[in-house]
């Protein structure tokens, strides 16, 4: 991927843009531009498009022009978009009908809409549209961001694992979910076991637990008042899902939160509804006009590869015992139809499931109930059963080169699976890989169960020592990246951590059909 060189002036136009809404809060709108105040993003590219998304101080028009040069000699403009409070002051649009396999560079300006003289400083960003013919394939996934008290620090550096990301000029990120922590409220001040103390950049949608519409949309900005993440998402298209703490830690929808004295609004339901909301204002993802709210998709980069999103959380039952023999709500009857055909028809080499939580670790809520797939040791049951008809179905349809990436668990781990180790053995062999978190508490390791025979090759967590909630600044923060060759169409694998070292790495060849 040939490398970009963004000036300073633009380099620092967001994070200029973005303080002045914190230094002169009294400035009186008819004394200022518009502002835009937390940077642009790019999502869910396609060869010929992609996502922008950007957010106004104030009701305003947003003007976007897009070039295939960072001169904008030759700047298109598209149809502009009326922003204001419904949505927070945020907006997205489609940018279509681009050049494939193309840098495209894009402008976004806000205009005043009581005064059309009023315009704010231009941002800008970059991303890359997907090929269509061969050519190396590079991206990065994590997941867990400002979660377990951990916000930004900015003595401190900030989110530096998006900067270490960055580095790598990724053509996209995954974000494997959590994307926020809106259960997770945030301290000014925490001391360290150095005695140093982590200090928090504070504002009041993180000072409590979300549960309005304007929390919840408090925390996805928060995050993007790091330095590093607006950096990060002007130059690097990001793949959003979602996990539980968009919403509340093991949530389902039926759940009543009845005995956690945090919340006033005590149904999962109606906060999910409240999240999802704020999830979809606030992320550059592609709407879908028969499920506004969807997370499940699927990106196509090209003919190498096909990402398909699963979503599981919006579907699954109560999280129970999870031993049903005959199965339990997880995927959804209409998302798992969705990935079944989605894999039979596709033609790209490697076909990723970005899944928001891993396979064959065991994670509980609680001392009875589970939270993800994993029930212990023995035979498909619960939710397992959908994993299992999902993992038999590719095997029969002779779906090949399948990779599982996912988070959620706060360290990194490699996992194969085999039916060879496994009590369901109606599958072929795949890998799975974790990475985790961003930004957030380090924890470790899970127990596994036997149901689908995972074997860990490499994994890399906090020691007794250490202990769990480990702090960003202890280093132990990591993500992923894969580069996928034009020429032999092998996939290489290589767990990263913060500090930018190679933890652990595979080349995976492909079968070819």
Do not use: C
Not at 16 to 44: C, E, K, M, W
Not at 233 to 249: I, K
Request: charged share 20%; glycine share 8%.
């Amino acid at each position: 991927m040939s490398s970009i060189r963004i000036s300073r002036r633009q380099a620092l136009i967001g994070s200029t843009a973005f303080a002045a809404t914190l230094a002169v809060p009294g400035l009186s709108r008819a004394q200022s531009r518009p502002l835009i105040t937390h940077g642009v993003q790019s999502g869910d590219i396609a060869h010929d498009g992609a996502v922008i998304w950007a957010r106004a101080d104030r009701e305003a028009k947003m003007l976007v022009e897009w070039s295939t040069t960072e001169s904008f000699a030759d700047a298109a403009r598209v149809q502009a978009l009326n922003i204001g409070a419904p949505t927070d002051f945020s907006g997205k649009l489609l940018l279509d009908g681009l050049p494939s396999d193309q840098d495209i560079f894009y402008r976004v300006t806000m205009q005043d809409l009581a005064d059309a003289n009023a315009l704010s400083e231009p941002v800008t960003g970059h991303f890359r549209t997907a090929p269509t013919g061969l050519r190396d394939v590079s991206f990065v996934w994590s997941g867990d961001t400002a979660g377990q008290g951990w916000g930004i620090d900015e003595a401190r550096g900030g989110m530096v694992t998006y900067a270490t990301m960055l580095g790598h000029r990724p053509d996209f990120m995954i974000h494997s979910g959590d994307t926020v922590y809106a259960d997770g409220p945030l301290k000014g001040e925490v001391e360290l076991k150095d005695g140093t103390i982590w200090k928090n950049v504070e504002i009041e949608a993180k000072a409590k637990v979300a549960e309005t519409l304007d929390e919840f949309r408090g925390q996805h900005l928060y995050n993007m008042m790091d330095a590093n993440v607006r950096a990060f998402n002007a130059e690097v298209p990001v793949l959003f899902q979602w996990d539980d703490h968009e919403v509340t830690n093991n949530w389902y929808p039926n759940e009543i939160l009845a005995s956690d004295d945090r919340y006033t609004v005590k149904s999962a339901a109606l906060l999910a509804s409240r999240a999802a909301r704020a999830f979809h204002e606030m992320t550059p993802i592609r709407s879908n006009l028969s499920e506004p709210y969807r997370v499940y998709r699927k990106v196509s980069y090209g003919p190498l590869l096909d990402i398909f999103f699963l979503d599981m959380r919006t579907y699954r039952g109560d999280n129970t015992a999870n031993d049903e023999p005959g199965g339990a709500p997880f995927l959804g009857a209409e998302q798992k139809a969705w990935l079944k055909a989605g894999l039979t028809s596709s033609r790209a080499v490697w076909k990723v499931i970005a899944a928001d939580m891993p396979i064959g670790m065991v994670v509980k809520d609680g001392d009875a109930a589970f939270e993800n797939g994993a029930n212990g040791d023995g035979p498909a049951l619960g939710r397992e059963v959908d994993i299992a008809e999902v993992l038999s179905f590719i095997k029969h349809a002779g779906v090949q080169n399948t990779v599982w990436l996912t988070a959620d668990v706060h360290y990194t781990a490699a996992h194969h699976y085999s039916p060879d180790r496994a009590q369901f053995q109606d599958f072929e062999p795949f890998w799975e890989f974790v990475s985790g978190p961003l930004h957030a508490g380090t924890f470790g390791p899970n127990g596994y169960d036997n149901t689908f025979g995972p074997e860990v090759r490499f994994a890399k967590f906090p020691t007794e020592e250490q202990g769990a909630n480990l702090p960003p600044s202890d280093g132990l923060q990591f993500f992923g990246r894969v580069d996928i060759s034009a020429e032999t169409k092998a996939m290489t694998v290589r767990l990263m951590d913060s500090a930018d070292s190679e933890l652990w790495s595979v080349e995976l060849a492909p079968a070819i059909a």
